[in-house]
């Protein structure tokens, strides 16, 4: 026990500060009254934290000195041992401090100018971020509204300190989303970063929400940026799919490809009709041919059968890069599941020539790997010549012993490959496929 300058009687561990707190004992001041001045003194001492802890704990100390060692603690960064102490006090006490103490966090933390960001305020934000948890409600609703209203006041500034705004946004939820929502337009340099973070914590309201407000904020802008039709994709809303639809629809090249990117990030089935009105616009061309191929992005992305059915739908086109972008699409898109309607659905009229098989369609689907086998061994037996062309070659290159067998089935097909050297068939592709196959064992 020993005697501080003030008089006091304080147990004080000999050990050196950060191996103490952690394994701290409640402390003792003797009786003796802690004042706002010697709670002052002990903030600048090596060995006042311990003190401070002890006048929070002490059922003898006020009300007001026991909050204000509290606050002391934050100001410290000590927030573990703030809340182990305010854990270690009675039910009762714990309410009655952290009503004061949040009075007077709150104060600090919202200061005299709305648009001010000081290192005291981040303390305070921190601080109170800290000890949230130990509120009851409505309390804790109450340091929560007013901590995230805070930080969206100046967002950038005011994520520094111990705790980001992004931390205290995914930690509070969906109330920090609905305020989100209010704000997301005011700067439209921080919508992607708002869009995100409602995508992930907001519920369809507070989507919808925001929507509203990144709608009019595109309307407000002239033109539209790129980031906020980004926003617009991103925050995961049908108002927002509805009105990117509108853009992608009619107007500047860049506004119209921008929408469309914007609208594969939510690539919801409200979207297909659109997307496969554009993909089908066969008046864009030269530069305006980028829309196009943003179009048929959409499709892939959208996991919907009716998705499948528009892409497919366009192998049909005159325009040999239309249907290799389909091929792309549904491989890249719906993967093995959708091998069997795309290659039953190539078009067996058309010509084929050997080395765009090869680039624009078998070495896609060789990227599938084992999950593209099942399907291929199918369409050994199609009635389409070009799906039975298109299996032989690729299980040539990913295929098993098992499938030596529907290969040497097909080595007599006498099917013609039109435009192909040497008098080249079906047949003999498949022959040449069996010695491929036999020579990997």
Known sequence: MKSNSSGCSVRVPTARRFIWIAALVPLVLGGCEVTSEKLAR??????????????????????????????????????????????????QDRKQIMDELSKRLLAQMKGSNPKSTSKVQLQAKDTLFSVRGLA??????????????????????????????????????GRAAALIAEQIGGDPALAVIFAVLLRELGDQGARDTA????????????????????????????????YLGQVAGKGAIDQRVWALQAMAHYPHASAIPIAKAIAGDTSLK?????????????????????????????????????????????????????LTKLLESLPPGYTYKKEDLKDYIEDDIVKLGASALPPLRQALASKSWVARLVAVHVLAQIGTSEDLAGLQKLTSDSTKLRGWEGGATLGSEATAAVEKLKSRK
Do not use: C
């Open 42 to 91: 002990w903030k600048q001492s090596d060995k006042g934290a311990a003190k401070i802890r002890a006048a929070l704990r002490d059922t003898s100390q006020k009300l007001a000195i026991r909050a204000e060692a509290a606050e002391a603690l934050g100001e410290m960064s000590l927030f573990d041992p703030l809340a182990e102490d305010l854990k270690a006090v009675s039910e």
């Open 136 to 173: 009851e409600d409505p309390l804790r609703r109450t340091i929560d509204d007013e901590v995230v209203r805070w930080i969206l006041g100046d967002w950038g500034n005011r994520s520094s300190g111990e705790h980001s705004a992004d931390k205290v946004a995914k930690t509070i939820g």
């Open 211 to 242: 929507a509203d407000r990144l709608v009019e904020l595109a309307k407000r802008q002239s033109p539209t940026t790129e980031q906020t039709f980004l926003a617009l994709g991103k925050v995961g809303s049908l108002k927002a799919l509805a």
């Open 286 to 338: 030269d530069d305006s041919a980028r829309i196009r191929d943003e179009a048929f992005t959409v499709l892939e992305k959208i996991d919907d059968p009716q998705s499948l059915d528009a892409l497919v739908g366009f192998l049909s086109s005159k325009e040999e890069k239309v249907r290799y972008r389909v091929v792309e699409a549904v491989v890249e898109g719906f993967k093995a599941k959708g």
